[in-house]
Every structure is written in structure tokens, then in C-alpha cells.
T-cell receptor
Framework: TQLLEQSPQFLSIQEGENLTVYCNSS?????LQWYRQEPGEGPVLLVT?????EVKKLKRLTFQFGDARKDSSLHITAAQPGDTGLYLC?????????????FGTGTQLKVEL | GAVVSQHPSRVICKSGTSVKIECRSL??????MFWYRQFPKQSLMLMAT?????????EQGVEKDKFLINHASLTLSTLTVTSAHPEDSSFYIC????????????FGPGTRLTVT
């Protein structure tokens, strides 16, 4: 079973602060995705990283895929209240799992004024 | 593009009844759709993988006779919760994989099921 541990589990910060969310596993993934989910809604895809060491930027969000493709991080610069939500990483396995995604444990972010 | 819809968005049913949830890909074809379950403040747990024209593949611990999945076309998959019980109350989310961009899944808005 492939497990993805996210840390921290909960994060409450003030507007303007920076933060990093980590997604770690002992398994190698062919690709890794990050989602944000708001209460009562489905997850919304933020980014997909495929290559080990890859870095992608989406406005104030920076995503990195580990060199060994076992871990990833999400860094948010100058957080805003609109960034509040549940952040989920999800990895697609190399073999056996087919096209299935394994979701991380989730990080609940709250950004306050 | 890449819109996935679910119907209904909310449903309340009595114990012992069955409930059907639909998942549709609106602007793309999806050979594979996935059904997830999510408890409050928790992550998504994959229940089953649905392939068009074939039987669904269920994850370990998911009762296939209780959670019936049908994927009759490239744009529609249904999940039927049979003989529902209060412990089946949850947020059910589907996702669809685009045939072209095969490594991305697009998620529906979810269905809140409450069994009384």
C-alpha cells in the first residue's frame, strides 16, 4: 500500500505569511498532483508534476517534486484568506496501481486577516 | 473545459433504501472514472475504479454488492448505494480521467448522502 503523509495536518496563519506543506512517501510515483478543496465541494486540481526535481509556479504557489519522485512540497508566498482550504497531494503509482491516485492525508490551511 | 458533474448534490434517504448517484464528464470522454468517499475533515478514499464497458475494480474492504457501479458510456458512471444505513452517510466524489491527458483526473463537486 502506498501512503502519502502530509505535514502539517493543520495550519493557521496570518495574512501575508509564507508557508510550506510537505507530502512524503516511501514509494516512488510516476506523477504527483496537488489539489485544493473547499467545504462541500470537490477537489480542484492546482498542478501536476511529472519529472523528478521539477519546480512549477502558479502565481504565489510554488510546487516541487523530489528528485527521487517520492515527495513533494507546496510553498505559498504572502498567504491570503482566499488560500484557505484543504490541500491534498495525490500520487499516481508506477506499477500495479494502474491509473489510480493515492491521496495524502491532507493539510487544512486557514489564513486569517 | 474538463468539467465533471454529479447528481444529485445532496440526498437524504431512509435506512434500507437505495440511492443512485450519477457522474458525468461534460466536455470530454472518460474511459476511466473513479469513485471516492470522504469523511468530514479527512482525505479522499478510493472506493472503486470504473472502466467503460467493463466491471468496476473495487478497493480492498469495499463491498461490491453494496456499492454498485455502472459505467455504461464514455461520459457517464453511476454509483448505487444499496440498502443504505446511517454509516453510509458520507460525501461521495467521482472523478474522470481524460482520454487524451491521461495523467490528470477531474473531480466532480461531490454528493452529500445522509441516511436517516
Amino acid at each position: 500500500t502506498q501512503l502519502l503523509e502530509q505535514s502539517p495536518q493543520f495550519l493557521s496563519i496570518q495574512e501575508g505569511e509564507n508557508l510550506t506543506v510537505y507530502c512524503n512517501s516511501s514509494s516512488v510515483f510516476s506523477s504527483l498532483q496537488w489539489y485544493r478543496q473547499e467545504p462541500g465541494e470537490g477537489p480542484v486540481l492546482l498542478v501536476t508534476v511529472v519529472t523528478g526535481g521539477e519546480v512549477k509556479k502558479l502565481k504565489r504557489l510554488t510546487f516541487q517534486f523530489g528528485d527521487a519522485r517520492k515527495d513533494s512540497s507546496l510553498h505559498i508566498t504572502a498567504a491570503q484568506p482566499g488560500d484557505t482550504g484543504l490541500y491534498l497531494c495525490a500520487g499516481e503509482g508506477l506499477t500495479g496501481g494502474g491509473n489510480k491516485l493515492t491521496f495524502g492525508t491532507g493539510t487544512q490551511l486557514k489564513v486569517e486577516l | 473545459g474538463a468539467v465533471v458533474s454529479q447528481h444529485p448534490s445532496r440526498v437524504i434517504c431512509k435506512s434500507g433504501t437505495s440511492v443512485k448517484i450519477e457522474c458525468r464528464s461534460l466536455d470530454f470522454q472518460a474511459t476511466t472514472m473513479f469513485w471516492y468517499r470522504q469523511f468530514p475533515k479527512q482525505s479522499l478514499m478510493l472506493m472503486a475504479t470504473s472502466n467503460e464497458g467493463s466491471k468496476a475494480t473495487y478497493e480492498q474492504g469495499v463491498e461490491k454488492d453494496k456499492f454498485l457501479i455502472n459505467h455504461a458510456s464514455l461520459t457517464l458512471s453511476t454509483l448505487t448505494v444499496t440498502s443504505a444505513h446511517p454509516e453510509d452517510s458520507s460525501f461521495y466524489i467521482c472523478s474522470a480521467r481524460d482520454r487524451v491527458f491521461s495523467y490528470e483526473q477531474y473531480f466532480g463537486p461531490g454528493t452529500r448522502l445522509t441516511v436517516t
